[in-house]
């Protein structure tokens, strides 16, 4: 190609860095607390063309619509230049967030690691409205930040929209790994599809990610072997193995949408249904009636795991099925589901004296109280501060180049591929055995559970 008149490229120049100049200062005024600007003065043509239609096309901060427009303008014109290729020069592009008001504001740790400046990672966790949710974001970004990385830690509501839409801001705004909590496993395969294009690893983080090949890890706790405890438990203190019964049983199951949730429940029912057959365990509801099978376990689902619904659940059963019984033992998949079936019962008049045996999961407060107070008859603790540190070291590797270690890579196929997966064996925790593994250990304080 012909090279360009001397004073054309002297006037192509100094157009380009008026215009740079300009959307550099657009990013000042407009995100002053957003932390560096990128440098990408040594970006191809091609390069600086998508990223300033990248910017273009980010979310704009409520109020500061007036002075976007103007540096957008001369940023249309950078990319009509650099569409020309007439030379590789940059521009400053801004980082931003979400503005949601469930995100953490993106920063970067002072802890220094190797490859920490490459250190960009976003974790898409699904909601505030459970304690074990918090726990494990805030977690993982505290980790994550005192090797240095920058982190943007976003919650969803339990809104799948939003979730997308959070990972979107992600991809945009130069996250190098994500890390993500699915609300819906099956509707992520888009937006990761955006992620792989972007050259971003994607790290399911104890839920999994289904019907995507872009999924590149899967950090969880064994899931199956949370509902052969819970089972275990059950027979256990029935005596069910010795041939005892029988005993009045109502089953309960996790939100349909969530891929762990027939983990949990296969775990259980695996345990259980030949005392179901047997006669030993015997369903009075007519919803649990309906579970033949473990195909069928979606039907006494709880969507969303709410505390409310289950309560309300078990409330309908109550009335409409023990008028003149008792009920001997629930199975619960997990706290936030105990708590309110704990309270139902409480509301019909049982006491710690004749207490059914309920189960539960993830260690709440909430629900370790009930359990100390002898409303909760067990939880499988998942000590979450693992599984972000395991999280954590599979970050290293991949920064490092290396593959992140992984101890099953059969179990988990999400239609697409056998995700390769790192599992965290989980335990069971009674009120005789609070003290010493979760409030010693630190994953409780005292204090929170009345002790």
Same mark, same amino acid.
């Given at each position: 190609?012909?090279?360009?008149?001397?004073?054309?490229?002297?006037?192509?120049?100094?157009?380009?860095?008026?215009?740079?100049?300009?959307?550099?200062?657009?990013?000042?005024?407009?995100?002053?607390?957003?932390?560096?600007?990128?440098?990408?003065?040594?970006?191809?043509?091609?390069?600086?063309?998508?990223?300033?239609?990248?910017?273009?096309?980010?979310?704009?901060?409520?109020?500061?619509?007036?002075?976007?427009?103007?540096?957008?303008?001369?940023?249309?014109?950078?990319?009509?230049?650099?569409?020309?290729?007439?030379?590789?020069?940059?521009?400053?592009?801004?980082?931003?967030?979400?503005?949601?008001?469930?995100?953490?504001?993106?920063?970067?740790?002072?802890?220094?690691?190797?490859?920490?400046?490459?250190?960009?990672?976003? &974790? @898409?966790?699904?909601?505030?409205? =459970?304690?074990?949710?918090?726990? +494990? *974001?805030?977690? %993982?970004?505290?980790? $994550? #930040?005192?090797?240095?990385?920058?982190?943007?830690?976003?919650?969803?509501?339990?809104?799948?929209?939003?979730?997308?839409?959070?990972?979107?801001?992600? &991809? @945009?705004?130069?996250?190098?790994? =994500?890390?993500?909590?699915?609300? +819906? *496993?099956?509707? %992520?395969?888009?937006? $990761? #599809?955006?992620?792989?294009?972007?050259?971003?690893?994607?790290?399911?983080?104890?839920?999994?990610?289904?019907?995507?090949?872009?999924?590149?890890?899967?950090?969880?706790?064994?899931?199956?072997?949370?509902?052969?405890?819970?089972?275990?438990?059950?027979?256990?203190?029935?005596? $069910?193995?010795?041939?005892?019964?029988?005993?009045?049983?109502?089953?309960?199951?996790?939100?349909?949408?969530?891929?762990?949730?027939?983990?949990?429940?296969?775990?259980?029912?695996?345990?259980?249904?030949?005392?179901?057959?047997?006669?030993?365990?015997?369903?009075?509801?007519?919803?649990?009636?309906?579970?033949?099978?473990?195909?069928?376990?979606?039907?006494?689902?709880?969507?969303?795991?709410?505390?409310?619904?289950?309560?309300?659940?078990?409330?309908?059963?109550?009335?409409?099925?023990?008028?003149?019984?008792?009920?001997?033992?629930?199975?619960?998949?997990?706290?936030?589901?105990?708590?309110?079936?704990?309270?139902?019962?409480?509301?019909?008049?049982?006491?710690?004296?004749?207490?059914?045996?309920?189960?539960?999961?993830?260690?709440?407060?909430?629900?370790?109280?009930?359990?100390?107070?002898?409303?909760?008859?067990?939880?499988?603790?998942?000590?979450?501060?693992?599984?972000?540190?395991?999280?954590?070291?599979?970050?290293?590797?991949?920064?490092?180049?290396?593959?992140?270690?992984?101890?099953?890579?059969?179990?988990?196929?999400?239609?697409?591929?056998?995700?390769?997966?790192?599992?965290?064996?989980?335990?069971?925790?009674?009120?005789?055995?609070?003290?010493?593994?979760?409030?010693?250990?630190?994953?409780?304080?005292?204090?929170?559970?009345?002790?």
């Amino acid at each position: 190609m012909q090279e360009p008149d001397e004073g054309v490229r002297q006037g192509v120049e100094r157009e380009f860095h008026a215009v740079a100049t300009a959307a550099g200062t657009a990013c000042a005024l407009l995100r002053p607390q957003a932390g560096e600007c990128i440098d990408i003065l040594d970006a191809s043509p091609a390069t600086s063309l998508d990223l300033v239609r990248r910017q273009r096309n980010r979310r704009v901060p409520h109020g500061t619509q007036g002075r976007e427009n103007c540096a957008m303008k001369k940023m249309n014109k950078l990319a009509l230049i650099a569409g020309v290729g007439v030379m590789a020069l940059g521009l400053a592009a801004c980082s931003s967030d979400s503005g949601s008001d469930n995100s953490t504001k993106p920063t970067t740790g002072g802890g220094s690691t190797e490859n920490a400046a490459d250190c960009s990672v976003g &974790i @898409a966790m699904p909601t505030r409205s =459970l304690e074990r949710w918090i726990n +494990d *974001g805030e977690g %993982l970004k505290s980790l $994550l #930040e005192a090797d240095g990385c920058t982190v943007d830690l976003q919650y969803a509501d339990n809104k799948t929209d939003q979730q997308i839409s959070q990972i979107q801001n992600m &991809i @945009a705004n130069g996250a190098n790994i =994500l890390v993500v909590a699915s609300i +819906d *496993g099956t509707t %992520l395969g888009p937006v $990761l #599809e955006e992620a792989s294009n972007a050259n971003a690893k994607v790290i399911a983080y104890d839920r999994l990610i289904n019907g995507t090949e872009n999924v590149d890890y899967y950090a969880t706790f064994d899931n199956e072997s949370v509902g052969t405890l819970q089972g275990k438990f059950i027979e256990e203190k029935l005596g $069910l193995a010795d041939g005892a019964g029988p005993f009045n049983f109502e089953p309960f199951a996790g939100s349909p949408d969530d891929n762990n949730a027939k983990f949990f429940f296969k775990g259980a029912w695996d345990v259980l249904s030949p005392y179901v057959e047997s006669g030993q365990l015997v369903v009075q509801s007519s919803l649990g009636q309906s579970v033949k099978s473990l195909d069928d376990w979606q039907a006494i689902g709880i969507l969303g795991w709410g505390s409310d619904d289950a309560q309300a659940e078990m409330e309908n059963r109550l009335s409409s099925f023990y008028t003149d019984k008792k009920v001997d033992v629930v199975l619960s998949p997990n706290d936030s589901l105990a708590v309110g079936i704990a309270q139902a019962l409480e509301n019909a008049g049982y006491t710690a004296d004749d207490f059914p045996i309920l189960t539960g999961q993830d260690g709440d407060k909430a629900a370790v109280t009930n359990i100390l107070k002898g409303t909760q008859s067990m939880t499988v603790w998942k000590d979450t501060r693992l599984l972000g540190e395991r999280v954590e070291q599979m970050i290293k590797s991949i920064l490092a180049g290396e593959e992140p270690e992984v101890n099953d890579t059969t179990t988990y196929d999400n239609g697409v591929k056998v995700v390769p997966s790192y599992l965290i064996t989980p335990e069971v925790v009674t009120a005789d055995l609070v003290q010493s593994k979760l409030i010693d250990s630190g994953f409780l304080k005292a204090g929170d559970v009345g002790l």
